[in-house]
T-cell receptor
Framework: GAGVSQSPRYKVAKRGQDVALRCDPISGHVSLFWYQQALGQGPEFLTYFQNEAQLDKSGLPSDRFFAERPEGSVSTLKIQRTQQEDSAVYLC?????????????FGDGTRLSIL | EDQVTQSPEALRLQEGESSSLNCSYTVSGLRGLFWYRQDPGKGPEFLFTLYSAGEEKEKERLKATLTKKESFLHITAPKPEDSATYLCAALIGSRLTFGEGTQLTVNP
C-alpha cells in the first residue's frame, strides 16, 4: 500500500512569498501530524489533526503558519510572508488511531528554502 | 520542561562491532518511547515502540530496551546497511518529542 506522500519535494521561495505544502496520509488514517526538521536536528512538532479537527496547534511558531485538513484526509500547511528562518524540511506523519499512541508513519518531507 | 537527549551524537563502528545508543528522557506523562531510523533525504522510518520500563523489543540486529529514565538501542554485529541516523522520541500527549539523533556509520 502507498505510504505518506508529500508534495512538492523541494520548494524555493523568495522572502515574503506565501507557500503551501501538501500531505496525502495513508488511506484511512485518522491522525495526521506536521513536524519541522532543521538540518542536523530531530523533528519538532507543529500541529496535530484527528480527522478534520485540529486538536493541537501549540507547536506552530507564529501566526504566519496555518494548517488545515478540511475533509479529514489531505492536509495543507501554509506559511505566509516567509522568512529565512522558515527554511527547513517539513515532515508529515499519519497514524491509524487517535492520540498518537500507534506508530506515526512519515513521508519524505518537503525541503523548503527561503532566499 | 520535557527533554530527550541522545548520545553519542555520532558513532563509527567496524562491521560486526556491536554497540549501544542511548536515549535519556526527562518528561512528565510519558505514554511511549519510539525509535526511528532516518536515511539522508528520507523521512523517519518506524522501528519500535516501548510502553513500560523493563520492556524489550527485537528486530533483526536491533534490540530496544526501556528503563524509567532511558532507553537503549543495541546493535549486534552491524552491517554497512545499518548506517543511518537513529532517532528516539517520547510520546507526550499526542505529540512526539524527538532527540537530536545519533548518526551511525558502519564501515566494511
Amino acid at each position: 500500500g502507498a505510504g505518506v506522500s508529500q508534495s512538492p519535494r523541494y520548494k524555493v521561495a523568495k522572502r515574503g512569498q506565501d507557500v503551501a505544502l501538501r500531505c496525502d496520509p495513508i488511506s484511512g488514517h485518522v491522525s495526521l501530524f506536521w513536524y519541522q526538521q532543521a538540518l542536523g536536528q530531530g523533528p519538532e512538532f507543529l500541529t496535530y489533526f484527528q480527522n478534520e479537527a485540529q486538536l493541537d496547534k501549540s507547536g506552530l511558531p507564529s501566526d504566519r503558519f496555518f494548517a488545515e485538513r478540511p475533509e479529514g484526509s489531505v492536509s495543507t500547511l501554509k506559511i505566509q510572508r516567509t522568512q529565512q528562518e522558515d527554511s527547513a524540511v517539513y515532515l508529515c506523519a499519519s497514524s491509524g488511531g487517535p492520540g498518537g499512541a500507534q506508530p506515526q508513519h512519515f513521508g519524505d518531507g518537503t525541503r523548503l528554502s527561503i532566499l | 520542561e520535557d527533554q530527550v537527549t541522545q548520545s553519542p551524537e555520532a558513532l563509527r563502528l567496524q562491521e560486526g562491532e556491536s554497540s549501544s545508543l542511548n536515549c535519556s528522557y526527562t518528561v512528565s506523562g510519558l505514554r511511549g518511547l519510539f525509535w526511528y531510523r532516518q536515511d539522508p533525504g528520507k523521512g523517519p522510518e518506524f522501528l519500535f515502540t516501548l510502553y513500560s520500563a523493563g520492556e524489550e523489543k527485537e528486530k533483526e540486529r536491533l534490540k530496544a530496551t526501556l528503563t524509567k529514565k532511558e532507553s537503549f538501542l543495541h546493535i549486534t554485529a552491524p552491517k554497512p546497511e545499518d548506517s543511518a541516523t537513529y532517532l528516539c522520541a517520547a510520546l507526550i500527549g499526542s505529540r512526539l518529542t524527538f532527540g537530536e539523533g545519533t548518526q551511525l556509520t558502519v564501515n566494511p
